[in-house]
């Protein structure tokens, strides 16, 4: 029996989507997984409305991928390396954008910068030399941003959303195209203890 992929459980997952890994193991190597790509793994599951969240709908094709040995973890076949990471603060989703477009929170999870303006196409550099251009925005919801330390040969991406839970909000964080393991590595600690400094400052606006 599969435990856990990806640090995901099958408890969880079945939770989410009724269906343990196994199962959907099972299930999408009777639909001739195998031999399709990512993209249509997922377009499997939301057409034939086998999963309803896009969000769940790519996990159990990630899982699966993993499961078969056709990525590494961590790794898509679009975006590179990736990771994601979360974590529940106890405000709401308006307090908490609020937070994380001011002043102080910018520079907790972007980094210290004269100002910068939420909109598509606005370009901004950070004290410390990262720069970047924000490519989209739904206000009160999810920004996604390129995300370029100076001496990096090429961007990667970095979305940051919000998903209320109850009074309280789920902050995720998901950054692409990262180079290799090691960067992984990296960043999804990177970003664990900025979302640790974003809970700190939200315990505190409490």
Known sequence: MTDTINNVSSQAVRKATGKTWDEWIAFLDEKGAR?????????????????????????????????????MVGETA???????VQKT???SRQKTWKLITSPEG????????????F??????ETTDGTSGVIRSIKHGERI???????????????QIGLVPTGNKTSVRIHHERLVDEAERVQMREHWRETLERLNKLATRNV
């Open 35 to 71: 031999d399709k790509t990512h993209k249509e793994i997922v377009n499997l599951l939301s057409t034939g409305h086998y999963i309803e969240s896009a969000w769940w709908g790519q996990m159990v094709t990630v899982g699966y991928e993993l499961a078969r040995g056709s990525r």
């Open 78 to 84: 679009t975006a590179g390396f990736e990771i994601g």
């Open 89 to 91: 603060i106890p405000i």
């Open 106 to 117: 910018i520079k907790t999870w972007l980094g210290d910068m004269p100002n910068l303006r």
């Open 119 to 124: 909109k598509v196409g606005c370009r901004y």
């Open 144 to 158: 996604r941003l390129t995300w370029q330390p100076r001496g990096r040969a090429n961007p990667a991406t970095l």
